[in-house]
């Protein structure tokens, strides 16, 4: 990625001639078409396939298979050219096929010979499949029954879409990339440290070929009412690129909000959870998970593979995101599940030393660890295990290290949890956290699972600019990161992180998780891993 900035300058896409072109076309509308199927008179535009069939609207706009960027995809050897201006109105050239790695061969090569598109032959191509040398092109490629009109909208928006760089680029400045990361004022202590701390040190040292990165923590204050106007003023005052982790804790739709009206993208902050997606939809923010709304999934689907059923399930909560979780899990539960109690203990509290209930039932408690703590108090805590109720907790509200319990209910408690057991994220931070916080020069032996976090966000971002290699609009990298994401190294903090096509929370598996018989002192997995999605 040696002299990134002037690959980046290079890369501009357009202007290009309308060669062969008979009329003009309006790119406003041709960017409906490409993006989301819709045609310049508002119906839905029909993508004709010979084996399969026809696809209409969203499904058959060319972002579908070409992606938003226009720069094309790949799985294993099939290969989606790109569409952009600097691929489709240049003479065809020999484009890699198959995923690559450093170290790993190219798995081949294809060879496209053929001339320049222009608008003419670009109909044709649309039309009956056929490229301007009279190649054939592949089978999964749509035919599009479009009148002139509408080739010329699409054609005139093609011809501006494409890699963008040097002054183009928002944040990159005089080889500097700037980026952010934003911290809310409810953010916990330990966030704000591990964000602020782990992340500028990785900027000192991060390097993108000859493009240097310089971050700036954008620290909101007050209401939540008055966040987006300091935002507003901080990327007027500084543009960036991009915001990277960030610190929060349950109010972050604001922030959200002005990533997305900003087309910022904002990676993996540390807030308890992602936000109900907007009613538009969710595009430039990514998430590690749904928090409590995930968890109560996961907690569902384990109880109904329960080989005996609770003869009764309360549910317990003392907060509004305790409720929503509370809700979640009740209406996630199959038809034919044991009867469900909700308890809302701020209305309904329970008296020091009041049973908990019955051997045969199940407490689901998304409470915080103090609540926890008091509950699972003497005298209850003197009870026989076989005594005390199946109590399932929270992994994110009441962790198993924050707990100190009595052994009987050590052999009663379980978690429902997204992330992995303190055992197994040791045994990958030797191997990847680790190893990268010396590199920073923070010190290895105090790392943290909130450490692990920034360095899934500052990890997955450096991975997905390096292999956008040098083509750094924001719908490539968003794209790359949706590529990029699984489960690797980076993900230990989770069981899983994982993206597709279009999605936006990472964490979407999680398990039940108890201490292991008969010490009751290390954490291991009680059920299989579940999904954790909608």
């Not at 484009?95 to 608008?119: K, L």
């Not at 602020?196 to 040190?201: C, D, M, Q, V, Y």
């Not at 939540?224 to 106007?229: E, P, Q, R, V």
């Not at 305790?322 to 701020?346: E, T």
Request: glycine share 8%.
């Amino acid at each position: 990625m040696k002299h990134l900035v002037t690959t980046l300058l290079l890369a501009i896409g357009w202007p290009f001639a309308h060669a062969g072109a008979t009329e003009a076309g309006d790119p406003v509308r041709g960017q409906a078409i490409h993006l989301e199927g819709r045609l310049p008179d508002g119906s839905r535009l029909r993508a004709r396939r010979t084996d399969l069939p026809d696809m209409t609207g969203p499904a058959a706009a060319c972002a579908q298979c070409h992606r938003r960027s226009g720069m094309g995809d790949q799985e294993g050897r099939l290969r989606v050219p790109p569409i952009t201006a600097a691929s489709l109105l240049a003479p065809g050239r020999t484009a890699a096929v198959g995923r690559a790695a450093p170290g790993i061969e190219i798995a081949g090569t294809r060879t496209e010979r053929r001339p320049a598109y222009t608008a003419d032959s670009f109909a044709r191509a649309l039309r009956t499949g056929v490229d301007p040398a009279g190649g054939v092109l592949a089978p999964w490629m749509p035919r599009y029954a479009l009148d002139d009109a509408a080739v010329a909208d699409l054609f005139a928006w093609l011809e501006r879409l494409g890699p963008v760089g040097g002054a183009s680029l928002r944040g990159l400045v005089d080889h500097t990339l700037h980026l952010a990361t934003i911290v809310t004022p409810d953010a916990p202590a330990a966030r704000r440290e591990a964000v602020e701390t782990t992340l500028s040190a990785w900027a000192r040292q991060q390097r993108f070929g000859d493009v240097r990165v310089a971050l700036h923590v954008w620290r909101l204050t007050g209401d939540a009412a008055g966040w987006t106007a300091q935002l507003q003023q901080r990327l007027a005052e500084q543009p960036v690129y991009a915001v990277v982790s960030g610190a929060g804790a349950a109010q972050w739709t604001p922030v959200e909000a002005f990533c997305e009206a900003a087309s910022l993208p904002c990676v993996f902050p540390l807030v308890d959870a992602a936000p109900a997606p907007p009613p538009a939809g969710r595009h430039h923010a990514l998430y590690l998970s749904e928090g409590l709304s995930a968890e109560a999934r996961v907690a569902a689907r384990a109880v109904a593979a329960l080989g005996t059923v609770p003869a009764r399930v309360q549910v317990w909560f003392d907060s509004d995101a305790g409720h929503g979780a509370a809700q979640i899990f009740q209406s996630a539960l199959a038809a034919g599940s044991p009867d469900v109690q909700l308890r809302d203990l701020r209305v309904q509290p329970i008296a020091a030393g009041q049973p908990l209930g019955a051997a045969n039932e199940l407490v689901v408690a998304w409470l915080p660890t103090p609540q926890v703590q008091a509950l699972l108090a003497p005298p209850a805590a003197l009870r026989q295990a076989d005594a005390l109720p199946a109590v399932w907790l929270s992994g994110q509200l009441a962790p198993a290290e924050a707990l100190d319990l009595a052994p009987a209910w050590r052999a009663r408690v379980r978690w429902a949890s997204l992330r992995s057991t303190p055992e197994r994220w040791r045994a990958t931070a030797v191997t990847s956290l680790q190893p990268w916080l010396r590199t920073l020069g923070l010190d290895p032996l105090q790392a943290t699972p909130l450490q692990g976090e920034v360095y899934a966000a500052a990890y997955f971002f450096t991975d997905a600019l390096q292999r956008s290699r040098g083509a750094w609009s924001v719908e490539h990298v968003l794209e790359r990161l949706e590529a990029g994401v699984n489960n690797r190294a980076a993900a230990g903090t989770y069981l899983r992180l994982s993206l597709g096509q279009g999605q936006r929370v990472a964490a979407q598996v999680g398990q039940i998780q108890g201490w292991a018989p008969p010490d009751h002192r290390t954490l291991v997995p009680m059920s299989p891993v579940l999904n954790a999605n909608r």
